[in-house]
């Protein structure tokens, strides 16, 4: 006679079929047991995308949950809720697809984060395996997708079940991407148009005074409320309306709470953040996922643009996890500390086959920290464009308040047209010892009387 069959196991438990594990399974051959494992398959069950769930809210994620009264629901999160929705529909023969940023860790098996929680780590990041990194020669900053599997036994998070796609191509031809230390860096030659309506008066200095072009490295000096985040902001916006082609991120580290909902909410652009009230390695962390996945994108042929405030505070976090050298700056900068703030910097680039990666940073001066001028005095000059705010403009209210004289940018000719250049020559030339508070009101009152760049270049001509 067959021993009477046993309690079926808890959905909880995670167990999978022998025919999966590779091991030997006694249990799940009794008839109870079968019958709660390995349920009809329905036949028209629809592909289920984690990323769909992410963006749902509480209330629509409860409706997909089976079998969960109000009481259980009330003491549930966000992330159980996905965990525990995901589990039923495998359970149920779904097929659960996931994408996201691979992170590797030092052990060699890495997660796939969500942009959506910043790339903090979450209760459902998909564990990918060792093998399978080194399979696909996955690096950090890779998009990874594939569908779900169950977690064996002892795993406590969902795994990915194969690879399919590598930032957007079949994973057998991620392999033959050239990697991003192997392209050929040259100065910006194509140039980003930030003029867009005749009243956006900043933008329209911008593009005349400090042009910039794809692969740009960029910086905009500016001390305590001049503006420069509302800057940023306008440069997001022009961006988005000239050039949506562009992979367009803004990187915004030690900020307030606030101003990183401003940005999500007046921008098309994809806001990251680390706000002030987080930790110094929490900032690096965000800072260098950030990095990475541009990096993987540029080496793909695209064209990204990073908008960084501030380059002065990663600068801050990456001095505070810095270990001690012994060899300290003048206002506590440890000798080894702006290594890493530079690298990432200094990737901004015009690939010569394609691709560029563009990094627009704020940096921060009179701000009574000694710490902050020594940073700025590293980094300055180590841009092809900078763009100075000036504290007089602002106490006068005189916006944009742009320093014209101290504004420019390099191979400035590769980005103008011969004639726009010269004239834009012939305006310097004018304004060359006009105090900047007169200079900008003259031009801030000339572009609003024209309608366009060009009508004030060929009025400026004409006079």
């Not at 008066?201 to 503006?227: C, E, H, K, N, Y």
């Not at 985040?229 to 949506?244: D, E, G, R, Y």
């Not at 562009?246 to 909410?265: C, F, G, K, N, Y």
């Not at 680039?349 to 020594?374: F, H, P, Q, Y």
């Amino acid at each position: 006679m067959p021993p009477r069959a046993a309690a079926p196991a808890p959905e909880s438990g995670g167990q999978r079929p022998a025919s999966q594990e590779g091991g030997a399974q006694p249990s799940l051959t009794r008839g109870p047991i079968v019958e709660v494992y390995q349920p009809p398959v329905p036949e028209n069950l629809p592909d289920l995308h984690l990323t769909d769930l992410q963006k749902k809210e509480v209330a629509d994620l409860l409706e997909l949950l089976p079998n969960v009264n109000a009481e259980d629901a009330s003491s549930l999160r966000k992330h159980e809720i996905i965990f525990e929705i995901i589990r039923s529909y495998l359970r149920r023969g779904g097929t659960v697809i996931t994408s996201g940023v691979l992170e590797i860790l030092p052990d060699g098996y890495g997660f796939l984060r969500s942009p959506k929680s910043n790339y903090l780590q979450c209760p459902e990041d998909v564990y990918a395996s060792p093998s399978q990194v080194r399979r696909f020669a996955l690096r950090t900053g890779d998009y990874v997708e594939g569908p779900v599997r169950d977690p064996k036994e002892k795993e406590r998070f969902f795994a990915l079940g194969r690879v399919d796609t590598v930032n957007g191509k079949p994973a057998a031809e991620a392999r033959r991407t050239v990697h991003f230390e192997n392209l050929t860096p040259l100065f910006p030659d194509r140039r980003i148009r930030l003029e867009t309506a005749d009243t956006e008066i900043s933008m329209r200095v911008m593009d005349i005074f400090t042009p910039i072009g794809f692969g740009q490295r960029g910086l905009i000096v500016a001390p305590p409320r001049t503006g420069k985040t509302v800057l940023l902001q306008k440069v997001a916006n022009a961006i988005s309306a000239n050039h949506p082609e562009a992979v367009l991120i803004i990187l915004l580290i030690d900020e307030r709470p606030e101003e990183v909902t401003d940005m999500q909410r007046n921008t098309k652009a994809q806001v990251l953040s680390s706000t002030f009230d987080e930790a110094p390695e929490r900032h690096v962390q965000v800072a260098e996922m950030v990095i990475e996945v541009a990096k993987r994108q540029v080496e793909n042929g695209k064209d990204v643009v990073i908008l960084l405030d501030s380059i002065t505070r990663l600068a801050r976090a990456y001095n505070t996890v810095q270990p001690h050298s012994g060899k300290i700056l003048s206002g506590g900068v440890d000798a080894n500390a702006l290594h890493k703030p530079k690298r990432f910097f200094g990737a901004a680039r015009n690939i010569e086959k394609g691709g560029s990666l563009t990094i627009i940073a704020t940096a921060l001066i009179d701000t009574g920290s000694r710490m902050d001028e020594v940073i700025f005095e590293e980094f300055k000059g180590t841009g092809n464009m900078e763009l100075n705010l000036d504290r007089q403009l602002v106490d006068k209210r005189i916006f944009p308040a742009i320093n014209i004289e101290k504004s420019g940018t390099r191979k400035e000719e590769l980005l103008l047209y011969p004639e726009e250049l010269s004239r834009t020559w012939i305006l310097r030339r004018a304004l060359n010892g006009v105090p900047s508070v007169e200079a900008m009101e003259m031009i801030v009152k000339r572009l609003k009387s024209t309608k366009s760049n060009a009508e004030f270049l060929v009025s400026i001509k004409d006079a």
